[in-house]
Protein backbone atom coordinates (compact mmCIF):
# COMPACT_ATOMS: atom_id res chain seq x y z
CA UNK A 1 0.00 0.00 0.00
CA UNK A 2 1.34 3.79 -1.11
CA UNK A 3 1.76 6.53 1.20
CA UNK A 4 -1.10 7.97 -0.75
CA UNK A 5 -3.44 5.45 0.00
CA UNK A 6 -2.45 5.29 3.33
CA UNK A 7 -3.70 8.55 3.68
CA UNK A 8 -7.09 8.26 1.79
CA UNK A 9 -8.22 5.33 3.61
CA UNK A 10 -11.67 4.96 4.86
CA UNK A 11 -12.73 5.17 8.37
CA UNK A 12 -13.78 1.56 8.15
CA UNK A 13 -10.26 0.56 6.70
CA UNK A 14 -10.90 0.52 3.25
CA UNK A 15 -8.90 2.05 0.62
CA UNK A 16 -11.70 3.80 -1.50
CA UNK A 17 -11.94 3.53 -5.22
CA UNK A 18 -11.64 6.61 -7.74
CA UNK A 19 -15.58 6.99 -7.18
CA UNK A 20 -15.33 7.04 -3.31
CA UNK A 21 -12.35 9.81 -3.69
CA UNK A 22 -14.27 11.66 -5.50
CA UNK A 23 -17.01 11.57 -2.30
CA UNK A 24 -14.17 12.22 -0.06
CA UNK A 25 -13.29 15.42 -2.29
CA UNK A 26 -16.78 16.82 -2.36
CA UNK A 27 -16.87 16.14 1.38
CA UNK A 28 -13.78 17.84 2.19
CA UNK A 29 -14.23 20.50 -0.01
CA UNK A 30 -17.89 22.00 1.04
CA UNK A 31 -16.06 21.64 4.51
CA UNK A 32 -13.73 24.03 3.07
CA UNK A 33 -16.53 26.42 1.32
CA UNK A 34 -18.68 26.16 4.43
CA UNK A 35 -15.65 27.56 7.04
CA UNK A 36 -16.01 30.49 5.69
CA UNK A 37 -19.35 31.69 6.61
CA UNK A 38 -20.28 29.30 9.49
CA UNK A 39 -17.74 28.96 12.54
CA UNK A 40 -16.34 25.23 13.11
CA UNK A 41 -17.36 24.75 16.26
CA UNK A 42 -21.28 24.91 14.76
CA UNK A 43 -20.53 23.29 11.87
CA UNK A 44 -22.18 19.90 11.81
CA UNK A 45 -21.75 16.39 9.78
CA UNK A 46 -25.63 16.90 8.38
CA UNK A 47 -24.88 20.27 7.01
CA UNK A 48 -21.95 19.06 4.75
CA UNK A 49 -23.62 15.95 3.78
CA UNK A 50 -26.32 18.08 2.43
CA UNK A 51 -24.07 20.24 0.66
CA UNK A 52 -21.98 17.70 -0.56
CA UNK A 53 -25.27 16.03 -1.53
CA UNK A 54 -24.54 12.94 0.03
CA UNK A 55 -25.50 11.59 3.41
CA UNK A 56 -24.28 11.59 7.31
CA UNK A 57 -23.33 7.89 6.66
CA UNK A 58 -21.25 8.54 3.73
CA UNK A 59 -19.80 11.22 5.85
CA UNK A 60 -18.63 8.72 8.34
CA UNK A 61 -17.44 6.37 6.18
CA UNK A 62 -14.22 8.78 5.48
CA UNK A 63 -13.76 11.19 8.60
CA UNK A 64 -15.27 10.26 12.23
CA UNK A 65 -16.16 13.41 13.08
CA UNK A 66 -16.19 17.24 11.53
CA UNK A 67 -12.40 18.05 13.11
CA UNK A 68 -11.02 15.16 10.97
CA UNK A 69 -12.05 16.95 7.60
CA UNK A 70 -11.09 19.86 9.32
CA UNK A 71 -7.62 18.50 9.88
CA UNK A 72 -6.90 16.94 6.55
CA UNK A 73 -7.46 20.29 5.15
CA UNK A 74 -5.16 22.00 7.30
CA UNK A 75 -2.32 19.45 6.64
CA UNK A 76 -3.08 20.06 3.06
CA UNK A 77 -2.24 23.82 3.20
CA UNK A 78 0.72 23.26 5.42
CA UNK A 79 2.08 21.22 2.66
CA UNK A 80 1.21 24.23 0.38
CA UNK A 81 4.03 26.70 1.36
CA UNK A 82 6.35 25.65 -1.43
CA UNK A 83 5.95 28.82 -2.94
CA UNK A 84 6.54 31.10 -0.49
CA UNK A 85 10.22 28.85 -0.29
CA UNK A 86 10.57 29.35 -3.31
CA UNK A 87 10.52 33.41 -3.00
CA UNK A 88 12.56 33.20 0.24
CA UNK A 89 15.01 30.90 -1.72
CA UNK A 90 15.14 32.19 -4.80
CA UNK A 91 15.52 36.35 -4.07
CA UNK A 92 17.99 38.39 -4.78
CA UNK A 93 18.36 39.55 -1.03
CA UNK A 94 22.56 40.58 -1.28
CA UNK A 95 22.15 43.60 -3.15
CA UNK A 96 19.70 46.25 -4.74
CA UNK A 97 16.99 43.90 -5.51
CA UNK A 98 16.73 42.77 -1.53
CA UNK A 99 13.68 45.23 -1.36
CA UNK A 100 11.65 43.50 -4.16
CA UNK A 101 12.75 40.40 -2.95
CA UNK A 102 10.81 41.43 0.47
CA UNK A 103 8.18 42.70 -1.44
CA UNK A 104 7.43 39.45 -3.21
CA UNK A 105 7.87 37.42 0.16
CA UNK A 106 5.06 40.07 1.66
CA UNK A 107 2.76 39.52 -0.70
CA UNK A 108 3.20 35.88 -0.80
CA UNK A 109 2.09 35.89 2.51
CA UNK A 110 -0.96 37.76 2.01
CA UNK A 111 -1.86 35.85 -0.94
CA UNK A 112 -1.79 32.73 1.33
CA UNK A 113 -3.66 33.85 4.56
CA UNK A 114 -5.85 35.18 1.64
CA UNK A 115 -6.64 31.80 0.23
CA UNK A 116 -6.85 30.00 3.23
CA UNK A 117 -8.34 32.40 6.22
CA UNK A 118 -11.17 30.35 6.80
CA UNK A 119 -9.24 27.30 7.76
CA UNK A 120 -6.28 29.21 9.04
CA UNK A 121 -8.87 31.04 11.94
CA UNK A 122 -9.55 27.70 13.03
CA UNK A 123 -5.78 26.31 12.90
CA UNK A 124 -5.10 29.77 15.25
CA UNK A 125 -8.41 29.27 17.54
CA UNK A 126 -7.81 25.60 18.07
CA UNK A 127 -4.20 25.90 18.88
CA UNK A 128 -4.26 28.85 21.25
CA UNK A 129 -7.03 26.14 23.27
CA UNK A 130 -4.19 23.42 23.63
CA UNK A 131 -4.98 21.27 20.36
CA UNK A 132 -1.69 20.17 19.86
CA UNK A 133 -2.60 18.69 16.21
CA UNK A 134 -3.68 22.04 15.09
CA UNK A 135 -0.36 23.72 16.95
CA UNK A 136 1.82 21.49 15.17
CA UNK A 137 0.55 21.50 11.62
CA UNK A 138 0.76 25.85 12.10
CA UNK A 139 4.65 24.74 12.73
CA UNK A 140 4.58 22.37 9.88
CA UNK A 141 3.40 24.97 7.75
CA UNK A 142 5.74 28.38 9.01
CA UNK A 143 9.11 26.31 9.84
CA UNK A 144 9.99 25.34 6.25
CA UNK A 145 10.09 29.34 5.81
CA UNK A 146 11.88 29.97 8.72
CA UNK A 147 14.68 27.46 7.90
CA UNK A 148 14.59 29.03 4.23
CA UNK A 149 15.17 32.55 5.65
CA UNK A 150 17.69 31.34 7.97
CA UNK A 151 19.73 30.09 5.23
CA UNK A 152 19.48 32.80 3.50
CA UNK A 153 20.52 35.19 6.46
CA UNK A 154 23.59 33.06 6.98
CA UNK A 155 24.68 33.34 3.62
CA UNK A 156 24.27 37.10 3.28
CA UNK A 157 25.21 38.25 7.07
CA UNK A 158 27.89 35.69 7.74
CA UNK A 159 28.41 36.97 11.27
CA UNK A 160 24.68 37.20 12.28
CA UNK A 161 24.06 36.42 15.61
CA UNK A 162 21.64 33.97 16.66
CA UNK A 163 20.08 33.89 13.17
CA UNK A 164 17.80 31.46 13.85
CA UNK A 165 16.03 33.75 16.03
CA UNK A 166 15.97 36.67 13.83
CA UNK A 167 14.09 34.43 10.87
CA UNK A 168 11.55 33.02 13.15
CA UNK A 169 11.15 36.51 14.54
CA UNK A 170 10.12 37.82 10.86
CA UNK A 171 8.13 34.94 10.10
CA UNK A 172 5.87 35.49 13.00
CA UNK A 173 5.75 39.01 11.93
CA UNK A 174 4.86 38.30 8.50
CA UNK A 175 1.84 35.75 9.57
CA UNK A 176 0.53 37.85 11.89
CA UNK A 177 0.71 40.82 9.88
CA UNK A 178 -1.33 38.68 6.93
CA UNK A 179 -3.61 36.96 9.63
CA UNK A 180 -4.32 40.81 10.76
CA UNK A 181 -4.56 42.52 8.07
CA UNK A 182 -8.12 43.72 7.96
CA UNK A 183 -7.89 44.56 11.43
CA UNK A 184 -5.09 46.93 10.96
CA UNK A 185 -6.95 48.61 8.06
CA UNK A 186 -10.04 49.26 10.67
CA UNK A 187 -6.92 51.01 12.78
CA UNK A 188 -6.61 53.21 9.86
CA UNK A 189 -3.75 51.42 8.91
CA UNK A 190 -4.01 50.51 4.97
CA UNK A 191 -2.69 47.38 3.78
CA UNK A 192 0.13 49.05 1.08
CA UNK A 193 1.62 50.65 4.33
CA UNK A 194 1.71 47.81 6.67
CA UNK A 195 3.22 45.97 3.17
CA UNK A 196 6.24 48.51 3.04
CA UNK A 197 6.93 48.45 6.53
CA UNK A 198 7.13 44.67 6.43
CA UNK A 199 9.37 45.16 3.80
CA UNK A 200 11.83 46.98 5.32
CA UNK A 201 11.74 45.30 8.30
CA UNK A 202 12.49 42.26 6.50
CA UNK A 203 15.46 43.91 4.18
CA UNK A 204 17.35 45.07 7.66
CA UNK A 205 16.52 41.55 9.05
CA UNK A 206 18.19 39.62 6.43
CA UNK A 207 20.78 42.24 5.25
CA UNK A 208 21.42 44.08 8.52
CA UNK A 209 20.84 47.39 6.62
CA UNK A 210 18.26 50.13 6.33
Not at 29 to 45: G, H
Not at 176 to 202: C, D, K
Request: charged share 25%; aromatic share 8%.
Amino acid sequence: MTDSEAELRAADGRVPGRRGRATRTRLLECTSDMLATTSFRELKVIDIAREANTSPATFYQYFPDVESAILVLAEEMADDTAELIEIVRSGGWDGKDAHDAALALVDGFFDFWERYRSLLRVVELAGSEGDRRFGAIRSRMLNPVTVALHDTLVVVQPDATEPMAMAGVLVAMLANVAGHRYGFESWGIPTAASRQSMAELLVWGITGRA
